[in-house]
């Protein structure tokens, strides 16, 4: 499974003031891709932190050549650090992961036995058959997620369960053509992301995974809600006017 100076697969992490949990995850991450037989890196693109972060992954990771860290000018959001991760990513299988591993990295086996198979974008699914929630959100942001689904479902005519798990993995040319049309910087990017593979006619699957809520979310609830539901009339919008052509 080796592949040229690529390497096979690169991981995205995007983290904002995560000096509280990223050591741990890394180790985790770390762990794993030792166990694998290919080639892999992982990218952390720091959010604009005003904590430790950088510094903690540095003391840890400076001489590691399989870790690299790419630092945006100040808090520009989610959407754009994923973005700047994935067009930075060698690898010829691309995935990004929340700092927090929601989803446990060991998932991503199996989605990248589904991209190896044919799939083009492989998404997480907290809602599909199959799927476990070992630690669940609290009630109403449960709720919030059901009624953003409803929406994107209804604005973007997608038939897609779950649009914002934060674990998803790519083919290296879908990649390349849905993260460089991306506009949106803000939490709708995955929604974005997903309506661009349907217009490009890329395969698409939901899996099911294994899923527990990180209380130190950075969801801002009302700010983040308003902003994502203004951000798919904003994908609309961005299709009528021909920007993803």
Known sequence: ????????????????????????????????????????????????????????????????????????PRNLGKGEAVKQGMLLGSGEYLFFSDADLSVPIEMLRLFLTHLENGCDVTIGSRQK??????????????????????????????PIADFTCGFKGFRRRAARELFSRQQLKNWSFDAEILYLAQLKGYLVREIPVRWRNDERTKVKLWRDVVGSFFGLIQIRFNALMRRYQ
Request: with cysteine; aromatic share 10%.
């Open 1 to 72: 499974q080796q592949t040229t100076d690529h390497g096979y697969v690169s991981l995205i992490i995007p983290a904002y003031n995560e000096e509280s949990g990223i050591g741990k995850s890394l180790a985790r991450i770390m762990n794993f891709f030792a166990s694998e037989p290919y080639a892999s890196e992982v990218i952390i693109v720091d959010d604009g932190s005003q904590d430790r972060t950088v510094e903690l992954i540095r003391e840890c990771y400076g001489n590691d050549r399989g870790v690299r860290i790419y630092q945006q």
């Open 129 to 158: 058959s199959g799927a476990t929630i070992e630690v669940h959100q609290p009630l109403y942001r449960e709720i919030m997620g059901k009624i953003y689904t409803k929406l994107s479902n209804w604005i973007l005519d997608l």
